[in-house]
């Protein structure tokens, strides 16, 4: 899952930015207004974490900027702005969820769980296809009766793969969603994250069409 976090404050940018990575997300950060509508624009993250007052462009700007490009992404928006006009003007400038600074990076990290899990269709706190099942919280994989512990990378490639049973996809596409722009992806890391993941829980559990990608089966 690749997160964008735009912020401009540099001690909590890097707070923020570390504890993301802790939680197996691939980070990217920017730090004005105009770099995250840029950034944007390209497409690349699943999620945006925003602050309010950047220079540049206003963190507001940012986010009716991204919302007329039609554009579905959860938003998450992080501010000292705590009056309620402020919020209230967020929320319907199509943010999801909103932050008061200064705020706990456990409540952060559950609330962007929340976010995450229901852009993608999943009321449920647990990601599943009907058999391999996936705790966001823990990071614990169940198939069948085996239940494991996944690396941050192996977690982010099998999340990525159960927020969309049935569909394949590509290298490029996993490594978008694991890797952020300062990391350098070996060739054969996708191959060398997929063989953790079967080793784990079983070589059935992701799938590989020749030619084009994987996927993991949609059974519910
Ligand atoms: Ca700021």
């Not at 991204?66 to 309620?84: C, F």
């Not at 978008?176 to 890391?189: H, K, L, P, Q």
Request: proline fraction near 3%; hydrophobic fraction near 45%.
């Amino acid at each position: 899952m690749r997160i964008l976090l735009v912020e401009d404050d540099p001690m909590i940018g890097e707070a923020v930015a570390t504890a993301l990575k802790d939680a197996a997300y691939a980070v990217d950060w920017v730090r004005d207004g105009m770099a995250a509508s840029h950034t944007l624009e390209v497409g690349e993250h699943q999620a945006v974490l925003l602050d309010l007052g950047l220079p540049g462009r206003d963190g507001l700007d940012v986010l009716r900027r991204l919302r007329q490009t039609g554009a579905s992404l959860p938003v998450i928006v992080i501010t000292a702005r705590d009056s309620v006009e402020d919020r209230i003007k967020g929320l319907d400038l199509g943010a999801d969820d909103y932050l008061v600074k200064p705020f706990d990076i456990d409540e952060l990290l559950a609330r962007m769980r929340a976010v995450i899990r229901r852009e993608g269709g999943h009321a449920a706190p647990l990601l599943s296809n009907g058999r391999v099942s996936l705790d966001p919280a823990s990071r614990e994989a169940r198939c069948d009766d085996v239940a494991v512990l996944l690396s941050a990378r192996e977690f982010a490639l099998l999340q990525a793969l159960l927020l969309r049973p049935g569909t394949i996809l590509t290298r490029a596409e996993l490594e978008e969603r694991i890797y952020g722009w300062n990391e350098e992806v070996e060739s054969n890391a996708v191959d060398f994250l997929i063989h953790g993941v079967r080793r784990k829980l079983g070589a059935h559990v992701i799938k590989n069409v020749r030619g084009a990608g994987w996927l993991v089966d949609k059974l519910a």
